[in-house]
């Protein structure tokens, strides 16, 4: 098990910029792949973007492709949602999680069901 804590989001203008982090407990942090989520208001929660636990992997939903950058710091157990060119329709709840998987296809990480641990999320608000 692993405890996850997102912070960074907040209110910005479109095409500006804002930076997530999701800080985990646990020594095992390293072994899992890492991924990020979304779910705006009446909205089913979506994936945006998953890295595998080496870091040398990462994956994008289109919608944030070109714009999103994941990484992550093992040594600081934490990982890193960049967004650039932030739109209105990027407004939600963000959510980091955890999974065991190790797989290198897209869909390893780009379902919810991969995932057996998720942060209480951050708000993010893009205005227009």
């Known amino acids: 098990q692993v405890q996850l804590v997102e912070s960074g989001g907040g209110v910005v203008q479109a095409g500006g910029s804002l930076r997530l982090s999701c800080a985990a407990s646990?020594?095992?942090?390293?072994?899992?792949?890492m991924g990020w989520f979304r779910q705006a208001p009446g909205k089913e929660r979506e994936f945006v973007a998953a890295?595998?636990?080496?870091?040398?992997?990462?994956y994008y939903a289109d919608s944030v492709k070109g714009r999103f950058t994941i990484s992550r710091d093992n040594a600081k157990n934490t990982v890193y949602l960049q967004m650039n060119s932030l739109k209105p329709e990027d407004t939600a709840v963000y959510y980091c999680?955890?999974?065991?998987?190790?797989?290198?296809?897209?869909?390893?990480?780009?379902?919810?069901?991969?995932?057996?641990?998720w942060g209480q999320g951050t708000q993010v608000t893009v205005s227009s």
């Open positions: 646990g020594r095992t942090f390293s072994m899992y792949g």
């Open positions: 999680a955890a999974g065991s998987r190790r797989g290198y296809s897209y869909s390893d990480y780009v379902t919810s069901s991969a995932y057996d641990n």
């Open positions: 890295i595998r636990w080496s870091g040398g992997n990462s």
